[in-house]
């Protein structure tokens, strides 16, 4: 194991013991942290390390443009690559470190890229077009097309697929984030290896031979903070989910995606019964809303805006996809043998 990867156990451990003697804090303030991040290191086979066919050093031909996807527009863009994310923390109190697990519930993540789509995000839809208060706030589908039934909508993942450490002190802040792909439950590693259209990034990684060993993204600086009493207004534009920092050439990428979605925004959504899980499709209201999630805050939130300064380094290790063994080889090779067995006896019964 890691040096890296005992210290995040070490953490993860103290705080959730820290937790368990001291009770959760009766504190109701709230805390948001966004950034973004760029592909700095990449370990795995040679065939898809985006920074073969880069200019000056940047990622502007990843995977997808190196394997067949050339002629999709926007892949020369170099925020293809990149990712935008955030933390939030709702029960906040002050300066120190919090560690965000798929277990201890402290708090959520998203973080998301043109190329590897929601890597973190809870994906939810719209009953139908935004409402007026948040079209003038500047919220729409990516693709610039007009708001619809079934649009998407990504908030942060309160049982988040990887953990996240974020230490603050003051204005300073860091984030260690690692997602281990071998910890996941099968059905998220999949989903998540698989990508979306138009990258069609498992197949691209399939045909290498290679898949998802690791994603992180670590890094420190100095935030632009701001802070205002919950209810008050002020935090309307504090972002929430989906506010992507990419350019318009790789949001498009993101299609039927609603950006930016902020406290504001969400809040609108919520009083006029426009946020599912599947959005309407036959006409018929859903029977489940998304229900809000600053319900029990008050006091007063704080914004720490990291993306003024240089992207975080976000770091994508791939690893070989492992051949069938010889025992399971020649279990395959019994079962075929048999089911032809199996075969020639109905065909010498009929």
Excluded: C
């Amino acid at each position: 194991m890691s040096t890296r990867s005992v210290l995040r156990s070490l953490l993860l451990s103290t705080a959730l013991v820290t937790k368990v003697l001291t009770g959760s804090l009766a504190v109701a303030d709230s805390a948001v942290i966004s950034f973004t991040a760029d592909v700095a290191t990449y370990s795995g086979t040679p065939a898809l390390d985006p920074f073969n066919n880069g200019g000056g050093g940047l990622p502007s031909a990843p995977f997808a443009l190196i394997n067949g996807l050339g002629g999709f527009a926007g892949l020369a863009s170099p925020d293809w690559a990149r990712f935008s994310g955030q933390i939030y923390i709702p029960d906040f109190a002050g300066d120190g470190t919090y560690t965000i697990s798929p277990t201890n519930g402290v708090g959520g993540v998203y973080l998301h890229s043109p190329l590897l789509n929601r890597i973190e995000a809870v994906s939810l839809r719209t009953e139908g077009p935004l409402t007026p208060a948040s079209l003038s706030a500047g919220a729409g589908r990516a693709d610039g097309a007009p708001t619809q039934n079934r649009d998407d909508i990504y908030l942060p993942d309160f049982t988040p697929n990887g953990v996240a450490i974020v230490t603050i002190n003051g204005d300073d802040v860091s984030i260690d984030y690692e997602l281990d792909f071998s910890s996941l439950p099968d059905e998220n590693a999949a989903f998540l290896r698989n990508g979306v259209t138009p990258t069609q990034i498992g197949d691209i990684l399939v045909a290498e031979g290679q898949k998802f060993g690791s994603i992180g993204v670590v890094g420190s600086g100095t935030s632009v903070k701001q802070s205002a009493v919950i209810g008050s207004g002020g935090e309307d534009d504090f972002p929430y989910g989906g506010f992507n920092l990419f350019d318009a050439v790789a949001s498009g990428n993101l299609s039927n995606t609603i950006l930016p979605t902020t406290r504001g925004v969400i809040d609108n959504e919520i009083a006029a019964n426009n946020i599912s899980e599947d959005g309407m499709q036959t006409g018929t209201a859903s029977p489940v809303f998304f229900t809000d999630p600053f319900a029990g805050e008050s006091g007063t939130t704080f914004f720490y805006d990291l993306t003024g300064g240089p992207d975080l380094d976000a770091s994508i290790a791939l690893v070989p996809i492992p051949e069938p063994g010889a025992a399971v080889l020649l279990l395959l090779g019994v079962a075929a043998a048999a089911a032809r067995r199996g075969r020639g006896v109905r065909d010498a019964v009929v």
